[in-house]
DNA sequence: GAATGTTTTTGATTGTTATTGGTTGTTTTT
DNA sequence: AAAAACAACCAATAACAATCAAAAACATTC
């Protein structure tokens, strides 16, 4: 067990409960109550952490003004979160959608399952997936430069021949009356057909696409799972019309 | 156990459990500490991964799991003749079909006409002809995970509604009598397919695909034009058949 | 194709540095 | 005041970089 090994085990286990004991991580990690001390100061050091008496407790900075890249950073981390919880509800013999977009991509590296199927309008997300060997299916059509997502009428005559266990949207804006909405409309209607076509969907959203709304209409709020990670002031509104699953 | 054999194990423990242990790397490489640090070392100078105390760990950070590819696409960006020199024969207007594999992707950055739609099965071909903000359609189907190609029946059925000014494709062995063939059926089909829908073909080459005679069949020689780099001892047989282009 | 010299790779050795677990005595919590 | 947690130190150990000679792979010559 080497050093980084028990950092990375440290703040799994913090981000899992929020807060870890040093005499419990003695026995998890099996070594000195010296080397846990030293880990945690470490890792406090390296702003991961803040030390408590008896262990350490996550890093939650709450209601101060965040610079720009820790914005960036935070923003990061939080679909890493999402990315995290969502591939944890991929099980073997799975037949997934993945949906172009960075959040999406979070997904990937955190994927468990060995033997799944993904098909994804991501080029980006096929060559990732075709990494780490998985079962990969991309959809064909014109490839939208900015994006790196194929889209187009092809992409969704292809989609027609394929049916989904899950399937995971990306998405810019959700809005109570609105429901999920997005700004191409090409890409609303590629959404929308793996939505259609899917047992169940899970929605994924930061919290930067809460109470948005934007041009094309991909569907209701009813009708699928949001996976967010921030703890939302107008939960409740949301939660009358709709499955709310914190990462 | 060569040093290549060594490296592509490392990255794959590495890319499986995130973390490698240089002494469990001693024990299932059967070698000394020395080489075991030497290969960590040399790894980490090309980017490959970080090393940490007692092995190194994974470079990765969301889409920085492209840094690696990335890497070894830029490395074979502009540093093939055959590449410019095909790259040279597109102009503006072309409908272009430019087949998966490493030659073809030497093409994309010496690519200068910015009128043109290109046609593509290689997904990281997609990537970079975006980049370049290059009309690009990618071809639909399983992705071939080694070689980050898309085969299959759906690729095949999506390439029979196109019709190309010119297709560039790849090939392994090129013979006299047995004409351009390459070791997969599925490959060769999708290439032998863009070649009867465009009305000039080019076949790179580079010299180690001279006399070789792989699996399955392309196409003859007659029916294409061949690019290649290396001066030819038997060229003149070849010319008989066929036109060569010297990169 | 055997014999030669050259380059590359490897494993062992060296001394150096980083990490670890135990000890001490102090601070915090109950 | 007792127990738990703590920081600071130290010696043992593990990992490290640097070096060198043996071995392997390579190219060259006859």
Partial sequence: MITE??????????????????????VSLNCSESTIRRDLAQLE???????????????YQLDKE???NEKTIKNIQGKNSIGKYAASL??????????????TMAMISNIKADYITVVTNGILHASLLADKNINTIQLGGKVKNTTKA?????????????????AFLGINGIDVSYGCTT???????????????????????DESKWDKVSFAKVCRLEEVKIITD???????????KTTILEA
């Fill in 45 to 59: 050091k390296s702003g991961a952490l803040v030390r408590i008496h008896g262990g350490a407790k996550k890093n």
């Fill in 183 to 205: 700004p191409d409309p090409e890409e609303a209607a590629l959404k929308k057909l793996a939505h259609e076509h899917s047992a169940v969907t899970y929605v994924l959203a």
């Fill in 90 to 103: 991929i099980i073997n013999n799975d037949v997934i959608y993945m949906d172009a977009g960075t959040t």
């Fill in 150 to 166: 194929i889209i187009g009428a092809t992409s969704i005559e292809e989609l027609k021949n394929y049916r989904f266990t899950k």
């Fill in 230 to 240: 921030s703890p939302l002031k107008n939960l409740k509104y949301y939660q009358e």
């Fill in 66 to 68: 965040m610079s720009y």
């Fill in 5 to 26: 090994e028990r950092y990375s085990f440290i703040l799994e286990q913090l981000n899992e409960s929020g807060i870890v004991k040093a005499n419990e991580l003695m």
